[in-house]
């Protein structure tokens, strides 16, 4: 058989059947329900044995809208007189029979807990989305309902970091093509999955007091900040013992603690120990090193620290 593609003015004058619809479409959007966790439930508990179909509900299965309707939709669930608890589902189901999606309920067997979805891909049987389940204990004269909702997704956007979208979706995700970090709004905020900031060179500054030997680096990568200082040496004045003393490099803003003070280990000269404090963002010394604990330190002795983390 010959490669084809639709829609085409080369294959079938364009015409399209539900097949090749169904095959085109059904990565436009995820299947589910259009909403999110927070909404209402789609399905609750009606009387006696049914369940309720929230009205102005919209949802997606394999290209195909579905809408609830204006009005509640009651669905009946089927007595159990097993002796044993039954879990049914309500899923909404594209029934290639007729190329519609409903809501309908899937039954379950006593004691055997919820049905398996059927998701039959190609031109017949049906395909299943989950909505809820719903526990019809033996005998029972009532059901109740658990949410069980699978919803849409969203799409991947491209943007900066100044030009978020500013009404997102829970789950939305944004790729910052100037800061190559990959975002997620939570709800309340957007939270980064993945970022590589590469190894960043901190800033020496000039003092009387100190040098640096070596280079002092920094790399964050999906939120966790790993640096390893120099060796500082004292090359003016005794330090007396625990006097704070400001290191001479400084921490750029994106790579500070957001909060909390950290406090790294170092070793000194004559195999004594000591620690630093590095400030945190928001803090009053924001991104300074001190040293902060210590014994009496001559000229010429080292500061050595080993690798440290903390969280940005």
């Known amino acids: 058989m010959a490669q084809n593609s639709w829609p085409s003015p080369d294959y079938n004058t364009r015409a399209v059947t539900d097949s090749e619809y169904e095959q085109m479409a059904a990565r436009f959007s995820d299947d589910g329900i259009?909403?999110?966790?927070?909404?209402?439930?789609?399905?609750?508990?009606?009387?006696?044995?049914?369940?309720?179909?929230?009205?102005?509900?919209?949802?997606?299965?394999?290209?195909?809208?579905?809408y609830?309707?204006?009005?509640?939709?009651?669905?009946?669930?089927?007595?159990?007189?097993?002796?044993?608890?039954?879990?049914?589902?309500?899923?909404?189901?594209?029934?290639?029979?007729?190329?519609?999606?409903?809501?309908a309920v899937k039954a379950g067997t006593p004691g055997a807990g919820a049905p398996a979805l059927s998701q039959t891909l190609g031109e017949t049987g049906v395909y299943e989305v989950p909505v809820a389940r719903v526990t019809v204990l033996a005998g029972a004269a009532a059901v109740s309902v658990?949410?069980?909702?699978?919803?849409?997704?969203?799409?991947?956007?491209?943007?900066?970091?100044?030009?978020?979208?500013?009404?997102?979706?829970?789950?939305?995700?944004?790729?910052?093509?100037?800061?190559?970090?990959?975002?997620?709004w939570d709800g309340a905020a957007w939270r980064v999955i993945y970022y590589d900031s590469g190894e960043i060179v901190l800033q020496v500054l000039a003092t009387p007091?100190?040098?640096?030997?070596?280079?002092?680096?920094?790399?964050?990568?999906?939120?966790?900040?790993?640096?390893?200082?120099?060796?500082f040496k004292r090359v003016k004045?005794?330090?007396?013992?625990?006097?704070?003393?400001?290191?001479?490099?400084?921490?750029?803003?994106?790579?500070?603690?957001?909060?909390?003070?950290?406090?790294?280990?170092?070793?000194?000269?004559?195999?004594?120990?000591?620690?630093?404090?590095i400030y945190n963002r928001g803090d009053a010394k924001a991104g300074q090193i001190a040293l902060t604990e210590h014994p009496t330190m001559e000229v010429g002795e080292f500061i050595v620290s080993t690798t440290t983390s903390w969280t940005v």
Not at 71 to 99: E, F, K
Not at 241 to 254: D, K, N, Q, T, Y
């Open 34 to 66: 259009d909403g999110r966790p927070s909404d209402p439930a789609v399905v609750t508990a009606g009387a006696g044995l049914s369940v309720n179909v929230r009205a102005g509900v919209y949802g997606n299965v394999r290209g195909r809208a579905w």
């Open 146 to 184: 658990t949410r069980e909702e699978l919803f849409i997704g969203t799409r991947i956007r491209p943007c900066t970091a100044s030009t978020r979208n500013p009404n997102p979706v829970v789950g939305e995700f944004g790729v910052e093509t100037d800061t190559g970090r990959v975002i997620m």
């Open 237 to 277: 004045s005794t330090l007396p013992s625990g006097e704070e003393s400001r290191l001479p490099v400084v921490i750029p803003a994106s790579c500070q603690p957001h909060s909390r003070w950290q406090y790294p280990t170092v070793y000194i000269s004559g195999a004594d120990a000591g620690r630093l404090t």
């Open 68 to 103: 609830s309707g204006s009005t509640t939709v009651n669905l009946a669930i089927g007595a159990n007189a097993s002796g044993a608890t039954r879990i049914d589902r309500v899923v909404l189901r594209l029934d290639r029979a007729t190329w519609t999606v409903r809501a």
């Open 209 to 231: 007091t100190w040098s640096v030997s070596g280079e002092s680096v920094i790399e964050v990568r999906n939120g966790i900040a790993v640096a390893r200082f120099g060796a």
